[in-house]
């Protein structure tokens, strides 16, 4: 097998690492490019699945090791799935408990 010139390496690490930002861009982004609660779960939990597909790929070819580091890899993607819900369901609960009358929260305790 022949080396892989500099070069060429470091412009797949410049793409990938540009892939990895655009990535998270929908989930982290402040702006208008950021997905709504329900979108953002959603894009999360289709992705960590998908991505995890070439490292059994890689299992499945005899290669445990580097397999098993992938899906490891792809932890963070998980929690930011399950971080990204509970804040969701958070806010969800908040919203809720504070479009509800007073009377129904337990009224004023300052007015009898």
Do not use: K, N
Not at 82 to 107: H, K
């Amino acid at each position: 097998m022949l080396p892989v010139p500099t070069g060429v390496t470091a412009a797949s690490e410049l793409a990938l690492l540009l892939a990895a930002f655009v990535f998270w861009v929908p989930v982290i982004a402040r702006t208008r490019h950021r997905l709504s609660d329900p979108g953002r779960c959603l894009y999360l939990f289709l992705a960590a699945p998908l991505l995890d597909i070439p490292a059994l790929g890689v299992i499945a070819s005899g290669h445990q090791a580097e397999g098993l580091a992938m899906i490891v890899g792809m932890l963070p993607l998980a929690i930011a799935a399950a971080v990204v819900t509970w804040s969701w369901i958070q806010r969800e609960e908040r919203q809720a408990v504070d479009a509800l009358p007073l009377a129904v929260r337990g009224g004023d305790p300052g007015v009898r």
